[in-house]
């Protein structure tokens, strides 16, 4: 096949990920997509950094294997964990991986008060540790582990009056007191609405779905793989679950008004 008729993956836990998926839609209609969650293991963002580290190795291995152009890594979680690891092994292809949208929030609000809600093995990882100190002298950083609102997201579960007791719990204590929130795990940007209600419309929320997208295209681009514009592009939705249901709420996550 030519390099540039070859598909995107896109990879996450679970559903989470096509928040980012949207984005390079939207950017990049032409390409054709191919998207595999990861949900019979979900959620990551409780697990050992070893059993991320292998389950995404495993999967990026397999697709990579089905003769992929890009991997794009959207859970922030796996970043975090796999990432280095993965570009190592599969050196022939960009790995494009997430991270927190904490620069720009800073940088939005210096001095301020920025929230940032991520998973627990997220908020552990060394990686996402050192870019907290790049930044900590610039704001007031404070870090709120939010591991249930993946579960939601993965029920199809976006506003429902538990999905706001348990913001409640998390953020409550911050309604009109933060300045920005950084949605650091790809789940959250489909719980936007009820976080933004939580917290109050002053709070600026920020996620790194779009600069994901922008460095995917960026770099397909630089290695002459990026499809001719024109090109009707095909998402392609695949599960672990192997549950149609899962399939079709993939699907309606896909369409979804954020």
């Given at each position: ?228 514009a024109g090109h009707v592009g095909t998402v392609l939705i695949e599960n672990s679950r192997e549950d149609s249901q899962e399939i079709a709420l993939t699907r309606r996550l896909l369409q979804s008004?954020?």
């Amino acid at each position: 096949m030519d390099d540039v008729r070859r598909p995107v993956a896109v990879f996450d836990s679970g559903m989470g990920g096509v928040s980012v998926l949207r984005e390079l839609v939207r950017l990049m209609p032409e390409e054709d997509y191919l998207y595999y969650g990861d949900s019979a293991n979900a959620p990551y963002g409780t697990r050992s950094v070893d059993d991320v580290r292998a389950l995404t190795l495993r999967r990026i291995g397999a697709l990579h294997a089905r003769g992929i152009k890009a991997a794009v890594i959207a859970c922030n979680t796996a970043t975090s964990a796999a990432v280095d690891l993965l570009r190592r092994t599969f050196s022939d292809i960009p790995i494009i991986g997430m991270e927190p949208a904490v620069k720009p929030a800073v940088l939005a609000h210096p001095h301020g008060r920025v929230l940032v809600l991520a998973t627990p093995l997220t908020l552990r990882e060394e990686k996402f540790n050192a870019l907290l100190k790049q930044y900590a002298s610039l704001a007031e950083i404070v870090k709120i582990p939010c591991p249930e609102l993946v579960e939601f997201v993965e029920r199809g579960d976006l506003g429902s009056m538990a999905v706001y007791d348990y913001l409640e719990q998390r953020l409550g204590a911050y309604r009109g007191k933060a300045d920005a929130a950084v949605l650091g795990c790809t789940h959250f940007p489909f719980l936007r609405r009820a976080i933004a209600q939580v917290l109050g419309n002053e709070t600026e929320l920020f996620d790194g779905g779009a600069g994901t997208a922008r460095e995917t295209a960026r770099q397909l681009s630089a290695r002459g793989t990026r499809a001719e514009a024109g090109h009707v592009g095909t998402v392609l939705i695949e599960n672990s679950r192997e549950d149609s249901q899962e399939i079709a709420l993939t699907r309606r996550l896909l369409q979804s008004d954020l």
